[in-house]
């Protein structure tokens, strides 16, 4: 039976290079996939392409392309992204620099567009899928609109001999998806190959969450050589069967549990994934450690796809203003406690105009609250006060009140930081598939 | 004893909802997990935390359950106040729940 592998170079924008490399060089692998773009990435991305025509892409794009370009040529790897994010065509432009940068030639690069809906969405009212009301309440706010597209068009720009496929928002186990497609002629209405694929794909979209990336937890699960940790390798069948594995020698482990983490991550009804192409059903998965680093993934199906994709609305949501401010040794928590109370005063004081404010004792009882927070004594208690406001000059308020704690608050307060931030937030709509049109530019180089 | 014991986690985010997953480490310790671990259960114990509802999903293949909490992620993800804006501790938080020892 025919079997290809995958490599999954990236699990973020941020994330770390070189285990893309260690993939390339050691990885044995036919396709390598960076999966770059979170929900409000493209949001930003837009709002740099409207600045610069030629911006809009990854930030990240070249020292990665850079880094895997020659290797891949070389040994015939296709690579497909999202980090075209807001602007594939320039995206792929760029790459096509950086190849001939590198003295390579006959590369040819796809750009793969139609993620961006905003005229559509702009045209008439859409409701919003989690927090009611409809897209008429953003108003001139909305920055983007992008659909989470499938893999029609990233198999088609395959299928044309690209060597490079760079596309924006696509659904991310679609990226991982395309290339089965593509080399085992799945149906599109093999409806369980594709709920196989998308296993495929969300097994692999996080890279290092599958190798023992954020999984340790001293003492109890505990994995060797996070700072070389190995991104993974799909060895995928022609029936569907998916075998994880990554480059012996490289740091984290590959087991049932590294797996079942990630099986689970961001999964809410396991019958039923809602995906562009398919609507996968992971419910009768089934993970098995077959080998030193190997686990073999098998049982995902899936059911006919909806008639509506999923869009992501990026918009100018409000600003978020920030101060933040450290105490230690004896007494801190109550000089923290302190420390809260008189900028809570002073913001009402001043009249800061928020519309939403938070209180937070780093150390203490920021990330669950009081309740769940124990009670003992910490060495150290850093106050943080966050507030959301229709102004960044507001904003910047908020910050300034905490820094004034300097010669003004409790005694020994340290580090004052503060900031002041555009929050560009995203809702979703649900958009009629014949409202979006993929499309596949070459570029070559 | 803690859950901590019997089961490992992970969070995950989408918009405004979070889910945690929880994993027996032992497939002989899911059934009691069901039992134990039950949605009315997390929900009161992320009481202040959850503001939506708590499902709980079920997949026996792999020893595990899926809880999906909506309004738990200060409005979504893109736009919390919090420190921990996608919620990824609350797995942690999870895992210190009480499990009554003695049995299996």
């Known amino acids: 039976m025919k079997t290809i592998r995958i490599g999954s170079g990236a699990g973020y924008s941020g994330d770390r290079i070189e285990p893309a490399v260690e993939l390339a060089e050691k990885g044995e692998i036919d396709y390598l996939v960076f999966e770059c773009l979170a929900e409000r990435t493209i949001a930003l991305a837009q709002q740099a392409k409207m600045k610069n025509p030629n911006a809009g892409f990854d930030p990240l794009l070249e020292p990665r392309m850079r880094a895997v370009l020659a290797t891949c040529k070389a040994k015939g790897i296709k690579i497909v992204t999202n980090m075209g994010a807001a602007n594939p065509l320039a995206g792929a432009r760029k790459t096509a620099e950086i190849a001939k940068s590198l003295g390579l030639t006959g590369l040819k690069i796809a750009a793969v567009g139609g993620d961006d809906v905003i005229e559509a969405i702009r045209e008439t009212p859409w409701p919003l899928v989690e927090s009611g009301g409809s897209t008429t309440d953003l108003g001139n706010r909305i920055v983007s609109a992008n659909a989470y597209v499938g893999t029609a068009s990233l198999v088609e720009a395959l299928a044309s001999g690209a060597d490079v496929v760079i596309t924006g928002r696509a659904a991310d186990p679609a990226l991982f998806m395309a290339p089965l497609i593509h080399e085992f002629g799945w149906a599109m209405d093999d409806w369980d190959k594709l709920g196989k694929g998308t296993v495929v794909g969300h097994m692999l979209e996080c890279a290092g969450q599958v190798t023992g990336g954020y999984f340790a937890d001293p003492g109890v699960k505990d994995v060797e050589n996070l700072a070389r940790l190995g991104f993974p390798i799909g060895e995928v069948s022609e029936d569907g069967t998916l075998i994880v594995t990554k480059v012996p020698g490289s740091g984290g482990k590959v087991t049932a549990q590294t797996a079942k983490e990630q099986l689970l991550y961001e999964l809410h009804d396991p019958k039923n994934y809602f995906q562009p192409d398919v609507v996968a059903d992971f419910s009768e998965v089934e993970i098995e450690e077959i080998g030193p680093d190997r686990v073999r993934v098998t049982g995902g199906t899936g059911h006919p796809k909806t008639a509506t994709l999923k869009v992501s609305v990026g918009y100018v949501d409000s600003y978020i203003g920030e101060g933040q401010i450290s105490y230690a040794g004896p007494g801190a928590v109550a000089r923290g406690k302190l420390a809260l109370e008189i900028v809570k005063e002073r913001l009402a004081l001043m009249q800061v105009k928020t519309t939403e404010l938070r209180f937070d004792l780093i150390g203490v009882d920021a990330l669950h609250g009081p309740r769940l927070s124990a009670a003992s004594e910490p060495y150290e208690v850093r106050a943080r006060v966050t507030g959301r406001t229709d102004t960044l000059a507001e904003a910047v308020r908020i910050g300034n009140e905490v820094e004034t704690l300097y010669t003004n608050g409790p005694a020994g307060g340290g580090g004052a930081f503060k900031s002041a931030r555009e929050i560009v937030a995203v809702q979703s709509v649900l958009l009629p598939r014949d409202k979006v049109a993929g499309t596949v530019q070459i570029v070559e180089a | ?104």
């Open chain 2, 1 to 104: 004893m803690k859950l901590r014991a019997l089961a490992h986690s992970r969070t995950g985010d989408k918009g405004n909802t979070s889910n945690i997953s929880v994993i027996a480490f032992d497939p002989a310790n899911y059934e009691r997990l069901r039992r134990e671990v039950t949605a009315e259960r997390v929900k009161t114990y992320f009481a202040g935390i959850v503001k939506g509802d708590v499902v709980r999903y079920e997949l026996p293949k792999v020893s595990a359950l899926n809880f999906v909490m909506t309004e738990t992620l200060g409005g979504g993800v893109t736009r919390s106040l919090a420190l921990d804006m996608h919620g990824k501790s609350l797995s942690s938080a999870l895992l210190d729940l009480d499990i009554p020892e003695g049995e299996e």
